[in-house]
């Protein structure tokens, strides 16, 4: 059974995401939030959202636990309902019903807007690039592992385990030194149709 943790922020938490949703709902810059929580952006936030760090001040102590990243979490986040968060969700719920064989191939969503999608907080992966020496991550200034043969690793384990896939190459990183998929709104159970709420079908 998935669960959705909305306990797991702090009240300066929820404010912060509330913040960042309504910026990009206006087109502000989030320039101002990430400067004052001294974050920086992850490369890879595409399809109207935004890929941030989540700092461990904004989360309630019992739900942070050992890790080799800078944060425990990470937060994707939209100004508006967003399919590629509900694709994301939706993938790790039928994982978890189908068991951990399956929950291990992704990085865990431990909380997320049940309304309207707007954004999700995921465990942080290290990433894993095919590439040495990956000017995108570099510049960045994200960590990243290189491990070339990885992607077509993560991509047989879900093919192998009944998952189509899009796009492995840049989505795959580590978690508690697990090969998982760190963005996986574009992978579904083969031979399953996923329908989008009406407040969705205008962004499919």
């Not at 690039?129 to 990885?150: C, K, M, N, R, T």
């Not at 879900?158 to 030194?177: A, F, P, R, S």
């Not at 159970?189 to 079908?201: A, S, V």
Request: include cysteine; charge should be negative; glycine fraction near 8%.
């Amino acid at each position: 059974m998935t669960q959705n943790y909305q306990e797991l922020l702090t009240e300066e938490g929820k404010e912060f995401i509330d913040k960042l949703s309504s910026s990009l709902r206006k087109n502000q810059s989030l320039d101002p939030l990430i400067e004052e929580y001294e974050i920086t952006e992850f490369r890879g936030g595409s399809l109207g959202r935004r890929v941030l760090p989540l700092p461990d001040t904004l989360v309630q102590n019992g739900f942070l636990g050992q890790s080799d990243t800078e944060t425990y979490f990470i937060l994707k986040v939209s100004g508006k309902p967003l399919p590629h968060n509900y694709r994301e969700i939706k993938a790790w719920e039928k994982a978890c019903e189908l068991g951990w064989e399956h929950e291990s191939l992704f990085a865990p969503i431990h909380a997320w807007d049940n309304k309207e999608y707007k954004w999700l907080i995921m465990r942080r992966a290290t990433p894993i690039s095919p590439h040495q020496g990956d000017i995108a991550y570099l510049l960045s200034g994200q960590e990243y592992v290189y491990a070339p043969e990885a992607p077509k690793q993560m991509e047989d384990k879900l093919n192998d385990q009944g998952w189509t896939v899009e796009d492995v190459e840049m989505n795959v990183g580590i978690v508690d030194d697990g090969i998982c998929m760190m963005d996986y709104g574009g992978v579904e159970r083969r031979n399953d149709t996923l329908e989008l709420p009406d407040c969705m079908q205008s962004e499919n």
